[in-house]
């Protein structure tokens, strides 16, 4: 069977000790993202992966899990767990995404869900999709990371960066992938670049890499909590 599933990684923090907003916004920002991932590609496979640091309340889980196909908690995940405690921002994705795709390689109990998949996409909570949003632009990149068009960096005019707060990848390209958040964990560590986005640009194969000019996105930024759109 010719897998046919897009799986959504939505990536969360509901309950961090850093941040602009504050829980009840959190909670009815990572709502609307589900709900337009689920609009806009209805057979999506949802995993929301969350590494809160303080207690979820029931209620708030429940109306989650009602949204996504499954809630993954890595609170207790220790390199996950520390960063959030922490507040290490671009360390934590890094390790919340290692963690999820160990979990689908591994984990005998979720490893089935990839049999279907023919596409990932990594989504950061309190984004949501434009109606524009097509899953059709993705297909015939088998083997290929797809992020927005680089950008030149903040930080060195000589550099650029990759918007992570929506990309995707194929199936075939999840060892590749871990292998640059190993990389990139190590350019973090070593300061040697300030950011996820800066470490992404550096360490993606540019021999998987397709560019688009348009995401069909849009974000609240964590620095100063306005919109962004991709």
């Given at each position: ?11 969360s923090a509901l309950k961090p000790n850093f941040g602009i907003f504050n829980d009840s916004d959190r909670f ?203």
């Amino acid at each position: 069977m010719i897998p046919d599933k897009n799986l959504f990684i939505v990536t969360s923090a509901l309950k961090p000790n850093f941040g602009i907003f504050n829980d009840s916004d959190r909670f009815a920002q990572t709502i609307a993202s589900l709900k337009s991932i689920r609009k806009q590609v209805p057979e999506a496979f949802i995993l929301l992966a969350d590494i809160s640091v303080r207690p979820v309340p029931d209620l708030e889980r429940e109306a989650i899990g009602g949204l996504c196909n499954l809630y993954l908690d890595l609170k207790d995940e220790p390199n996950t767990n520390y960063c959030a405690v922490n507040g290490l921002k671009s360390h934590g994705e890094n390790c919340l995404l290692g963690a999820v795709l160990m979990n689908l390689k591994n984990n005998p109990q979720l490893s089935p869900i990839m049999k279907d998949v023919k596409r990932i996409f990594k989504f950061s909570a309190r984004s949501e999709l434009e109606d524009t949003f097509n899953t059709k632009e993705y297909d015939n990149l088998f083997g290929k990371f797809v992020f927005k068009k680089r950008i030149v960096s903040w930080n060195d005019p000589n550099t650029s960066l990759f918007i992570t707060r929506m990309f995707s990848f194929c199936p075939s390209l999840i060892d590749t992938y871990l292998n640059t958040i190993q990389k990139n964990l190590n350019d973090l560590s070593n300061n040697l670049v300030p950011d996820t986005e800066h470490a992404h640009f550096r360490n993606i194969p540019e021999k998987y890499l397709v560019e688009f000019d348009k995401i069909h996105c849009w974000g609240w930024l964590a620095g100063n909590g306005q919109i962004e759109h991709y």
